[in-house]
């Protein structure tokens, strides 16, 4: 590791002038209070029960609502008993507060059992986000919930509704995580395999009888937990839904029977609107959309989401758009829409490449940037284990969080070599079973060059099956990024660049690389911390497919000692 950054006095008085214009921003701003508990209970979300993780009884856990420069204060209790916990806020960039950003081995040493953790971030950005567990799979049993910003009082946004509702679409397996962990790390390898199934708001409906005569109470067809989320619309009236996807391992359409949507905001940036009748969603993102109840309101619509990029063999997750007065058990007269061809890619990427900056509120980028990072995504077999890998290396957390490691300059906490920016494009066969055999696994990170501006190009190749590439939707802590190009095949590092977009960008937080493709992004390392950046299937990050960026490490201020506590901080011998 070589010297920390020199801080220039250009930086510090940029951020100086940062905390003075987000002092002002936040005279009228308010402290919201949250106190939760986190435990397990028995739920049949899908009519099949099963442990989930609640947070004060409930799954999907309470809505943060909160105004724009608000300070959100969540008192947390682990009542879980034999596991850990860390809560992600996804989305919100911790500008000032990088070990609130949730997440264990990165940020934080995890919440023990029986312990009360405090969570302190300022939302700084009107938008859609959501909050999620950030430990182990524990995502995947129901520990999240909705985030949802509003702009202050007397500011306009650049569209108008009658109507505000929130929307978590998730994907739900009988196997407890336990399971599904010990199988992703055996010999041989256990897949998680596909969804029994997909949950709206945290309602869906598993076919009982496929248990045979008997289920011994575990499935029950009638139970309240798994009947039909309903969204209860008035006539000629319009609606934000802000859909959010916390799948563990799905990619999405989503359909409204009847009506069309007008996408406008995706992951707290305004959207140049545009009409469709599908929206594809991947986890870890949000988009909202605009729908006018106009159509015949003597009847209900159906709501249906279905299963896109892998070969679907989880049934649709259903909902129903209740028109007033109708009841809203009332079944549509029709059957659920039938979602796109599961193996469309071309759909997909013309959405992608249809999500545009709004015209009023364009946030330039960088025209070049001071580095680039290219990540080839693969498959590998390590120590006979299978992993995902990023440029051969697959990553493990280390047992010291980093941002404590590099504040607390705990050199033997982490791996000190630098990982590899690129790899050897002009030789690599993106559409061959790899050999791979030097495939390492390690915990090392990327150091940053504070305020720099980095490139980010991931390169999609093919798994250990042959013929086979998945879609990966990647997600940054701690910033924006500006989409800035799609692309089929290999990346061009002389002629793609000259493709960008450099006008309009849509900013994101959660972008999704498609099968044998490649996505190219731009951000600004400008926020202090220690920043994930990670493929949000959770199986995928479980096996190793993630990196983490440093960047201005020296400028955070004094760690709260509730982070600490854990790997090489255990005890205060540090």
Known sequence: M?????????????????????????????????????????????CYKKLAIVIN????????????????????????????IAIHWHGIRQIGSPWSDGTEGVSQCPILPKETFEYKFVVDRPGTYMYHAHYGMQR???????????????????????????????????????EQSAGLSSIPFQWVNEP????????????????????????????PDCSPYFITVVPDKTYRLRIASLTSLSALSFKIEGHNMTVVESDGHYVEPFVTDNLFIYSGETYSVLVKADQDPSRNYWVA???????PKTPPGLAIFNYYPNHPRKPPPTPPPTGPMWNDTEARLAQSLRIKSHQGYIHPPPLTSDRVIILLNTQNMINGYRRWSVNNISFTLPHTPYLVALKENLTKAFDQTPPPDTYDYKNYDIYSVANNTNATSTNSIYRLKFNSTVDIILQNANTLNKNNSETHPWHLHGHDFWVLGYGKGNFDPENDPKKYNLVDPIMKNTVAVQPYGWTAFRFKADNPGTWAFHCHIEAHFYMGMGVVFEEGVEMVGELPPSVMGCGLTRGGNH
Do not use: M
Not at 24 to 41: G, H, P
Not at 58 to 76: M, S
């Open 2 to 46: 070589g010297p920390p950054h020199a801080v220039s006095a250009t930086n510090l008085l940029s951020l100086f002038c940062f905390f003075i214009l987000l002092a002002t921003q936040t005279a009228d701003a308010k402290i919201r209070r949250y106190k939760w508990e986190v435990k397990y209970q028995f739920k049949s979300p899908d």
């Open 57 to 84: 009884g409930r799954t999907p856990g309470p809505t943060i609502h909160a105004q724009q420069n608000d300070t959100i204060i969540v008192e947390l209790k682990n009542s879980l008993v034999t596991e850990n």
């Open 140 to 178: 995947e049993e129901g520990l999240f919930g909705s985030l949802r910003v509003s702009v202050p009082d007397g500011v306009t946004e650049p569209f108008t509704y009658d109507f505000d509702r929130s929307i978590i679409l998730s994907d739900w397996w009988h196997k407890s995580t336990y």
């Open 196 to 223: 029994e199934s997909l949950l709206i708001q945290g309602r869906g409906r598993f076919n009982c009888s496929a248990l045979g005569p008997s289920t011994n109470g575990v499935c029950n067809s009638t139970s």
């Open 305 to 311: 989401t279905n299963v896109v990029s892998r070969e």
